[in-house]
């Protein structure tokens, strides 16, 4: 979980995470939230990075990814900035994730 950035519509983070790659993964998924002081956290929306993108991109990616819903009766409007990376091998593979900005 990243650190909250209040009161902006473009927000930026710059943080870094990695997580360990079980050999039988099909997607990684990444949520988007607005952090109430008074109430539940809401999801805005989500992100969902697949093996099958990863393979596409073996450098890495970096770039804007629309959100998708969580909830298909909300509509979601938003983009993420991310830069992913698979690191190590096929036994134990790490994904390291840069989470940039929002919009």
């Known amino acids: 979980r990243t650190a909250t950035v209040w009161k902006t519509l473009s927000p930026f983070?710059?943080?870094e995470y990695e997580v360990q790659l079980q050999p039988t993964f099909h997607t990684v998924s990444i949520y988007v939230m607005d952090e109430d002081a008074l109430s539940r956290?809401?999801?805005i929306g989500k992100i969902c990075i697949t093996r099958d993108t990863?393979?596409?991109h073996p450098k890495g990616y970096s770039g804007w990814v629309s959100l998708s819903e969580v909830d298909p009766?909300?509509?979601v409007q938003g983009e993420i900035h991310l830069r992913v990376e698979v690191l190590g091998s096929q036994g134990g593979r790490r994904l390291r994730c840069t989470v940039l900005e929002a919009r």
């Open 13 to 15: 983070w710059g943080e």
């Open 41 to 43: 956290d809401d999801v």
């Open 54 to 56: 990863l393979a596409e």
């Open 73 to 75: 009766d909300e509509e």
